[in-house]
């Protein structure tokens, strides 16, 4: 029918209103199905300074260009547009997704965040930051924060609710000879699907022009 979709068998087994709850995945299209991905890429690279934004008022980490440069970098090593699950819509999601942790050592965190009362649980020396209503974590050297999972739910109005889960890492130090990371600290945060959208459409956004140079950097035309 003219206007419809075409349908794809694949594609409907992983609809999240037919599966209801899930996990996203890191596993890559099918071959064949890659070209259709860089509308993806090109939308991470034309709004990326929205993804970090969205990524940083919602995890409640102050996101540097250091940390930004990171974020970039990956995404494309990784090419997580790729991946089947990736989506228009989650894309500022899949950049930390995707990405193996920041450090926490200097980390500034959003006060009163979920993150926050995480990291004020565990006893880490919080001091209060520069930048206006942040802490600094002083410091934790070695502990690392990762995002372990991204899953769904469909409730039964239909609503799609979405959750990013995180741990908190400290190295393993009964392990000398190799770097390994145990656990101390798993935790959730709630994000909005359409968000991202909305934001891209708001015609009162302030341009950040050095996270759009560093999205050029690694996202080529």
Partial sequence: MPGITEYNKYTYFRCPYHRKRADYIKEYVPEGEQDSRLDLYQIAKNHFDKAIYLLQKTTGIYITNTMADQLAENYVALRAYNYID????NIPWYLIYCYNGFPM???????KST???HIDALGFNLIESKIQGYVYIEEKNGYVLRATNYRYAVDNDENLNEWLDFAILE???N???ILLFKTVDRFSISVDSYYFENLIGYSKW???HTLLDIASKY???
């Fill in 206 to 208: 302030q341009i950040r």
């Fill in 171 to 173: 190295p393993d130090n």
């Fill in 105 to 111: 050592y200097h980390m500034n965190v959003i006060k």
């Fill in 175 to 177: 392990e000398k000879d």
């Fill in 115 to 117: 993150l926050y009362k």
């Fill in 86 to 89: 990736a989506t228009f819509y």
């Fill in 219 to 221: 996202m080529k035309p």
